[in-house]
């Protein structure tokens, strides 16, 4: 059974850089699968960010890509999230979560979420 | 932003059925990309609910169904219990955005 755990600081100060990773355990990293994350701001629907393969390639929201990097460290198994020059509107809950290799690739595994709040 | 479009709210009685819809565009659900759903309970991480528009993942009761028509998709509840009082969110991929995945505005269903 695949878990993912998120973990970072829970705050973060506007125009600052948010950095987020997540641990995958009970399974490799380097496996045919995409590492998402996806984030909830208060009161709104699900927002995917981007995802990164094990060789390092990725894709981005193409509204958040000049301020996102996903990148994954195969030694650590674990994958991470950096977004800057944050305001208060990347105020969130962030999820990390595997895509599936079927069925048009649902995202099948997440992680419990971890609530990153932009503030002086 | 969410270019996939739900109701915000829906509710009904314990037994009863309800639907969910969720409309895109030619770009997404009409381009023929599949639709999943996820069900977020109060407190938790979204759970795959429905996979490939129509499929469930081992341990989802069958009440829950799934399908797709044309720019739209829809989640049907029957016999709806307690413990689906949660969100429900769509999501697909937009070719317009470079394939992007896409998610649904989320639609927040009570048992009244």
């Known amino acids: 059974q695949v878990q993912l755990q998120e973990s970072g600081p829970g705050l973060v100060k506007p125009s600052g850089t948010l950095s987020l990773t997540c641990a995958v355990s009970?399974?490799?990293?380097?496996?045919?699968?995409?590492w998402n994350w996806v984030r909830q701001p208060p009161g709104k629907g699900l927002e995917w960010i981007g995802e990164?393969?094990?060789?390092?390639?990725?894709n981005y929201n193409p509204s958040l890509r000049s301020r996102v990097t996903i990148f994954v460290d195969k030694s650590k198994n674990q994958f991470s999230l950096n977004l800057n020059s944050v305001t208060a509107a990347d105020t969130a809950v962030y999820y990390c979560?595997?895509?599936?290799?079927?069925?048009?690739?649902?995202?099948?595994?997440w992680g419990q979420g971890a609530l990153v709040t932009v503030s002086s | 932003q969410s270019v996939l479009t739900q109701p915000p709210s829906v509710s009904g009685a314990p037994g009863q059925r309800v639907t969910i819809s969720c409309t895109g565009s030619?770009?997404?659900?009409?381009?023929?990309?599949?639709v999943h759903w996820y069900q977020r309970l109060p407190g938790t991480a979204p759970k795959l609910l429905i996979y490939?528009?129509?499929n469930r993942p081992s341990g989802v009761p069958d009440r829950f169904s799934g399908s797709k028509s044309g720019t739209s998709a829809s989640l049907a509840i029957t016999g709806l219990q307690a413990e689906d009082e949660a969100e429900y969110h769509c999501?697909?991929?937009?070719?317009?955005?470079?394939?992007?995945?896409?998610f649904g505005t989320g639609t927040k269903v009570t048992v009244l």
């Open positions: 979560a595997r895509w599936a290799s079927y069925g048009g690739n649902p995202l099948d595994y």
């Open positions: 490939g528009n129509s």
């Open positions: 030619r770009s997404n659900i009409g381009a023929g990309y599949d």
């Open positions: 009970g399974g490799y990293i380097s496996t045919s699968n995409w």
């Open positions: 999501q697909s991929y937009d070719s317009s955005l470079g394939s992007s995945r896409v």
């Open positions: 990164v393969y094990h060789t390092g390639s990725t």
